[in-house]
Each structure stands twice: as C-alpha cells, then as structure tokens.
C-alpha cells in the first residue's frame, strides 16, 4: 500500500514538474496567445493559468522585443478572451509600442498596426482602445492611406457592412 502511495506521490509531482517545465519554457508569442484565447488549443495549460505567468514572470525587455519584431498587438487583440485588453494594458506598460507592426504573414512593406487592422475588422471597441492608448491615427499602409481613409473606402465599396462608427472614432478622437 505504502509503495502504491509513494508511486502515485511521485508521478504526480513528475507530471507537475514536466507541466511547469513546459509553461517556463514557452516562447512569449505562445503564451500570449494562451492567454487571451479561451478555446482549448492549449490544453493543458489553461487560460488565466497562462495569463497569470505572463503576469508575474514576463514582459521582460527581451520579451517586449520579440513581441515588438513579431506580431505586435494584433495577436492578443485577436484573442477571444475578456482579457485581451488587460493583457494588451499590461504588455503596453511593459514598452509595447502600441503601434508596433504585425509582422506575421506579410512583407515588412506590408506589416499592419494595430489600428489598422481594426478597421480592417471593422472592430470599434478595439479601435476606441487603441486611440485611447495613443495609437497614431496617421501611420499609412502600403498605398499611402490613413486608416480613415481606409474606413471610408471600405464603406464605399462595402456599403452593407456599415462602418460609421469607426469611421466617427477616426475622425473625432
């Protein structure tokens, strides 16, 4: 009885130490990811498990630097979890710039900010966020538009899907 015990004891503190091990040695993008996403890709390490080690032990320089050269804010900002603004807070209070480039999947000529691709999304809650937090409502894409400009064209050739808020926070913020 005393050897199943013990057996039992240490496979779980194996398993804890592999678990621990395995969220210690996560790269900042994947845990950023965790921890604004609610939908089980990350199994076995929860959501607000992921958001509390971000928390407490990240954010470091060399982490804000990868995020800076990677994705920016776009990946947490596309998370789909309640936290994704307060995660967005703390890595800004970090360094992140909140016009940092997302990188992932496009040429660097091609690289959106944060704000951009939320009137891409069409998203006003998130852009309402950005420009409070000092996002530049002047940085240009590719073609040389400002994301105003960008909403209005996008409401010209789409004119079902109704941009006017976004448009009315581009213009008046």
Not at 19 to 43: H, K, P, Q
Request: aromatic letters at 10%; charged letters at 25%; a neutral charge.
């Amino acid at each position: 009885m005393k050897k199943v015990l013990w057996l039992s004891i240490t496979a779980v503190i194996t398993a804890f130490c592999l678990w621990a091990y395995g969220l210690w040695r996560m790269d900042i993008e994947t845990l950023t990811t965790c921890s604004v996403s609610e939908s089980n890709i990350f199994w076995a390490y929860p959501q607000p498990l992921c958001t509390s080690y971000l928390v407490r032990f990240r954010g470091t320089k060399e982490d804000i630097g990868t995020l800076a050269s990677g994705g920016g804010l776009d990946p947490v900002l596309n998370g789909d979890s309640g936290d994704k603004y307060k995660i967005a807070e703390y890595l800004l209070s970090k360094g992140l710039s909140v016009d940092s480039k997302n990188y992932y999947g496009y040429k660097p000529e091609e690289a959106t900010t944060p704000l951009q691709s939320a009137v891409y999304y069409n998203d006003p809650e998130r852009i309402e966020f950005l420009l409070q937090h000092g996002a530049s409502k002047d940085v240009k894409d590719k073609n040389g538009r400002t994301p105003l400009e960008v909403a209005k064209e996008l409401q010209q050739r789409k004119p079902a899907i109704d941009r006017q808020r976004v448009i009315s926070l581009l213009e008046n913020k």
